[in-house]
């Protein structure tokens, strides 16, 4: 009879190679991490008469602030007959944030995380929505300000534009009875959500089509705001 080594030392080897594989799972994480930082558009320099964009952060999701309306753009027009519950004609900007739709739907506040719905939205591929609020500048503590021209905000709206998920008309998908407030709506959007595809790498790509310095990557919280100047404004 073939001689079998025992249960404890396979668990054993097993063990070893899980944690192995760990090690070399952040390593390379951490690898991917410090070569993402490395900056992208060098040459930006902000416009001085052009249109001031906002980024807002906190510890795990950023979204991209935008004028309301501009010669570029009425946004009032883009969400015309979608259903926001309130009055949106007194704000005077729409916030848009990419990310994990399970995490954004089922997530209104922090104590609505759920240990799960994090771990899904990190680690396996995820469906993604973006969330649009009618807002104002005014409403934030911290601000990142950026100024930039027409032609490249006109880069940034095509970005925005191009992550909604369409029907057969072309019109943007609204998920319904879904929202945190009256201002605001929730939206089929392309993209799959996972470890290196955060809303935060969703910020920074648009600022990167727009033309704005950040990281090469930055799916890290605040990362897309490294090469930026954080603004104290509002209440």
Known sequence: MENKPPFHRKLFRWGKRLFRWTIVFFLMFAAILLIGLLP??????????????????NAVHADVIVPVST???DWNESFSGFDFTG?????THVAFGWGDRGFFLETET???LKLLTAANALLLPSKS???VSFTNPEYYRKLTAVNVSEEQYQRLVGFINETFQRDSAGKPI???GYAYSTTDAFFDARGQYHLFNTCNSWVGRALKVTGVRVPWLSPMPKSPLIYLDEQSIGK
Request: glycine share 2%; proline share 3%; net charge negative.
């Open 40 to 57: 992208v558009n060098n040459d930006f320099v902000p416009a001085k008469n052009g249109i001031t964009l906002y980024v807002v952060s």
């Open 129 to 131: 929505c973006l969330h």
């Open 110 to 112: 922090w104590a609505d």
């Open 87 to 91: 009055d949106v004609s007194k704000e």
């Open 71 to 73: 010669r570029i753009i």
């Open 174 to 176: 609204q998920i319904q």
